[in-house]
């Protein structure tokens, strides 16, 4: 299986995993999708068309590189484009925080010292998209899913601050363009 790593050490990453509907067990393959231009887009959506295929992909379009892992980017139309054009892939949000790019070092990491590399990971709820895909398909569309898909990452960041214990902002999160 090809896998995408989504985060370094100490940054956070929030992503989807859009998993094509299949009564197989296989978690099928991730395609890497690190900017999304036309290739990619159409790619990722034949990838999808595939029962057994698992992506990971972030609304925001590039990984969050501030130090703050509760701080979000705005979300980018492209995430958006590929789920509404993937009727059959169900979408789940994921909030992680704490994996780094190299998986076999993180595999020794959670191996060898547990305690000090924690990983969590929280998932929400399935994003049902089905009234936007009734909707002409626009880049405002697209950037309406990508928002929504966002939000939901949003509120399990909220619920892994407060399951950690780490304070609130001190003003309102702000968007970066």
């Given amino acids: 299986m090809r896998t995408e790593s989504v985060q370094r050490r100490g940054t956070f990453e929030p992503s989807l995993a859009l998993r094509a509907r299949s009564s197989s067990t296989s978690a099928g393959d991730f395609v890497p999708a690190h900017r999304f231009n036309e290739y990619s887009v159409q790619r990722s959506i034949e990838e999808l068309a595939q029962p057994g295929t698992v992506m990971g ?40 925080l704490g994996m780094g790019n190299d998986l076999p070092k993180e595999l020794v990491y959670n191996w060898m010292r547990p305690k000090d590399t924690r990983i969590d990971v929280l998932f929400g709820p399935e994003i049902d ?46 968007v970066a363009p």
């Fill in 57 to 96: 992909l972030h609304p925001e379009g590039t990984r969050n590189k501030t130090d703050d892992p509760y701080h979000f980017l705005r979300a980018r139309a492209g995430v958006g484009r590929i789920a509404l054009a993937s009727p059959h892939a169900r979408i789940i949000p994921a909030f992680v």
């Fill in 129 to 174: 998209l089905g009234d936007l895909r009734m909707l002409p398909q626009s880049p405002a569309t697209a950037q309406r899913a990508s928002e929504r898909m966002l939000d939901a990452i949003r509120v399990l960041a909220d619920k892994h601050r407060a399951l950690v214990g780490a304070p609130a902002p001190a003003r309102a999160e702000t």
